[in-house]
């Protein structure tokens, strides 16, 4: 396949504006912007600003004490992976678990009943600890260590689905009644009226295949989606970066528009279609990343550390890559997916170009646009694969898993702590639940999200936060907090288990494109 968008020559002029690297002024003006973002979330004392090392970076300005809230971050867009959504019920805005604890575990033993499938092979999220409690309980181990499962009878899992069964102390975790998605898709449910219009607006209204709908490519839209499911829900967070864009562009248009005609047209704001569009484009734009030319040398070194190879040669790779970053850091350009997609360790480093090519065509060929037909429909420029591309590979790079525990698992946590009478009581309803559930009674909500405040956090090996949501976290918000006492410092986490040996860690980071030259990697290198 000859992987040319047609947008991408028509409009390779405005594609480079888009994507342009900010000029030192505008780097100035993201500032502001990431000022105003501070200020409007549920956190003080901190200020996004620019090392000269590592890029962007988030710094404490006030102190913070061990174990204190420092950040709590919005998402720009997330999902849910589409393997997940059989086990939870979520609201589709910001990901808190809906409907009632009977509807949660009577819908998922529905589902995997019908032969749909998330995670069904003893694939539990909850700790060792949690599992021996209810494994002794009950004594229904397999060999293998997985409880078996029980199935409950068919009536049973519909009156739960219905309501028709009340399950024993569930009123204690009360959950917002499930609204259905105002396209009428069936596929998505909110928490509120509230999430429902925010999430229509933002990015729902183009991606929903409803009757309530006006897509008039909704073939295109669901054959799109059932790509992404197949393959990397990636593409679907892509699409919605999409949708959003454009969907604040109409709005920065409408808005426009009135200006004009409420102060005559030549006292209005005359701002050209595509300025508007630089504008709504300027969120998700906030999350650009340098490329490196060093990423390949970089990669290389850490396939050898990875490998065992001769530290020598890793370290004579180590300066290469190092030198090549030097001469980087004067030429930088924004990255795009097939370019930073980490080289996976079963692809020969000289077979590099034609697997980033392989990929180049997946991405076409999942492209939103071309599948879609938007640029007929739209045309706007922000349908292009050069877009498309760089969307996927920001996420890649700046992305955090979504997490939301699940309150079935505190549900039958609380009956294993109640009273022996009480408890004995409300296992005779609640014990064949837990037997048909089997390992994976409490799955929590799981996704992935870009945070454009978190998305600024830097690395450490020795963080001095990290990402946690405590008991009263319970939505799709990014939680970060301080693991010792912050002091008028950078904030970094960890994105990797910075317990693992030197060579695990580099390897790891690799794949997102630098050597971590942090205090504990300086040492333990030497
Ligand atoms: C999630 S972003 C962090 C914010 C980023 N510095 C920026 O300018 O937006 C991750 C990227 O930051 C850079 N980075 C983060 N921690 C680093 C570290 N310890 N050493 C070198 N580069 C780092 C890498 O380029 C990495 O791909």
Redesign the pocket.
């Known amino acids: 396949m000859d992987s040319i968008c047609p947008l991408d020559i028509q409009h390779s002029d405005k594609i480079s504006a888009l994507l342009k690297p900010p000029s030192s002024l505008q780097v100035q003006a993201s500032f502001e912007y990431f000022d105003q973002l501070v200020k409007t979330k549920q956190c003080h004392g901190l200020k996004v600003k620019?090392d000269g090392?590592?890029?962007?970076?988030?710094y404490a300005e006030t102190d913070f004490n061990e174990g204190e809230l420092v950040l709590k971050d919005e998402m720009l867009v997330g999902a849910q992976h589409s393997s997940n959504k059989v086990d939870c019920l979520v609201c589709s805005y910001c990901f808190c678990f809906i409907g009632s604890i009977e509807l949660q575990i009577g819908r998922k033993l529905y589902l995997h009943d019908l032969g749909l499938s998330g995670r069904m092979d003893c694939a539990a999220e909850s700790s060792d600890e949690e599992d021996d409690l209810f494994n002794e309980d009950l004594g229904q181990c397999s060999s293998s260590g997985a409880k078996k499962k029980i199935p409950l009878p068919k009536e049973a899992v519909e009156s739960l689905m219905n309501g028709h069964i009340e399950l024993p102390y569930s009123n204690k975790f009360s959950l917002s009644s499930a609204v259905p998605c105002p396209g009428k898709c069936g596929e998505t449910y909110y928490c509120s009226e509230l999430c429902a219009d925010a999430d229509w607006e933002s990015f729902h209204s183009l991606l929903c295949v409803g009757e309530n709908t006006g897509t008039p490519t909704k073939e295109a839209l669901l054959k799109f989606v059932q790509h992404a499911d197949g393959t990397n829900d990636i593409f679907y967070l892509a699409a919605k970066a999409i949708s959003f864009t454009v969907l604040r562009y109409r709005k920065l248009k409408a808005a426009q528009f009135q200006e004009q005609k409420e102060h005559d047209a030549q006292d209005g704001n005359d701002n050209s279609d595509f300025s508007l569009l630089l504008q709504a484009w300027r969120p998700v734009s906030m999350?650009?990343?340098?490329s490196?030319k060093a990423r390949t040398a970089l990669k290389f070194h850490c396939v050898s550390v990875r490998h065992g190879l001769d530290m020598s040669d890793a370290a004579r790779y180590a300066r290469v890559a190092a030198l090549v970053f030097a001469s980087a850091s004067t030429s930088v350009s924004v990255l795009v997916w097939w370019e930073?997609v980490a080289l996976p360790d079963d692809v020969d480093c000289c077979d590099e170009e034609s697997f980033r090519g392989q990929i180049r065509e997946l991405a076409f060929e999942f492209n939103f646009c071309y599948l879609l037909n938007f640029e007929i429909l739209f045309k706007c420029v922000v349908f292009s694969l050069e877009i498309y591309g760089h969307i996927i590979g920001m996420f890649e790079?700046?992305n955090l898993d979504l997490v939301v525990a699940s309150p079935v698992e505190d549900y039958f946590l609380y009956i294993d702590d109640l009273q022996q009478v009480d408890k004995e009581q409300a296992e005779r309803t609640t014990r064949p639940v837990l037997d048909a559930l089997g390992d994976e009674y409490s799955m929590c909500c799981q996704g992935s999200a870009f945070f454009p405040l978190?998305?600024?956090?830097?690395?450490?090996?020795r963080p001095n936060a990290k990402a946690f949501k405590r008991e009263e976290d319970r939505d799709g918000q990014a939680t970060i907090i301080a693991v010792r006492r912050i002091s008028e410092e950078e904030v970094?986490i960890s994105?990797i288990d910075e317990d693992l040996p030197f060579k695990e860690r580099q390897a790891l980071?690799a794949d997102?494109?630098?050597?971590?030259?942090?205090s504990k990697c300086v040492e333990e290198e030497l």
Do not use: E, I
């Open positions: 620019q090392v590592h890029g962007k970076g988030v999350g650009y990343k340098r490196s930073c790079l700046n978190q998305s600024c956090m830097n690395h450490s090996c970094t994105y980071l997102y494109g630098f050597k971590c030259m942090c």
